[in-house]
């Protein structure tokens, strides 16, 4: 063995194997949300889009020890699959949204929003219209939990009690809203953000819904993390802080029509890009 050879291979073993390991690999649950999870299919297979995605990429960035990445699920099944342990992060949830009793614990709340009741704007209908938008026909997204409904989702209780009609696609239930078929959807639940985005993407929307003044729910988004996981709420806290001063979540909150979580109450206003 030449000399350059041996003096590389002594230098090596004064390294710290730790410095060869590779990053610890974290699943992260997401499912249908825009704008903080959606998918769209290409010709090389499904494309991950959204704020959550956006996070991950943000976090991936300014550490090395950990390696996150998503994991598709549904909002009907994650709490079945974070108990089979196919993941242990998930990313802009509330403990309240049916994790009681789960091994989790939450960060701090990093951003804010809410979700606004939409309806068919019509001559003579004003605010009013949403006193008692339990006793209008609704359309909502299965496995969600609603304000109207105190955070229930079971579709049997829904279903019993209301008159809603669950799907898995919000743009549906807001064409539902503007086909005018009252028996069926005559208030539609979605996110604020979605809500912008979708009028920003269909401009002839502009004017034809009336939206509620008042949120069926606020958002306090917080990171769940699995209890003794990996991922400690210590760990989270460090990267959000780490991202809200070097800007990401600046430009993540921009990007996607999302707000600080102090911003008070959730208004609407149309994004304009």
Known sequence: MNKKIWYLYAISLLIPVAVFAEPMT???GAYEFPPYFYSTHAKAGPKYEGATVALVDAINAIQSDIRLEIYLTSPKRRYLDFD??????IMFESLIWGWEGYPLEASRVFMGGGEVYVALEKPGR???FFNDVGS????????????????ISDDEYLNTKYRVFLSSDHERNLQLILLDRPSIAEVAIV???YLNLFMR???DSRGRFLVSEKCDQEYRHTILTR??????VEDLNRWLDILEKNGKLADIREKFGLVTPDSGKPKFSLLVK
């Open 201 to 203: 993407d269909n401009p």
């Open 126 to 128: 004003d605010q009013n």
């Open 136 to 151: 209008r026909s609704l359309v909502g997204i299965l496995g969600y939990h609603y304000g109207f409904s105190n955070y």
């Open 26 to 28: 974290v699943k992260v």
């Open 84 to 89: 089979r342990h196919q993941y242990d992060l």
């Open 227 to 232: 209890k003794q996981g990996v991922v400690s």
């Open 191 to 193: 996110t604020r953000s």
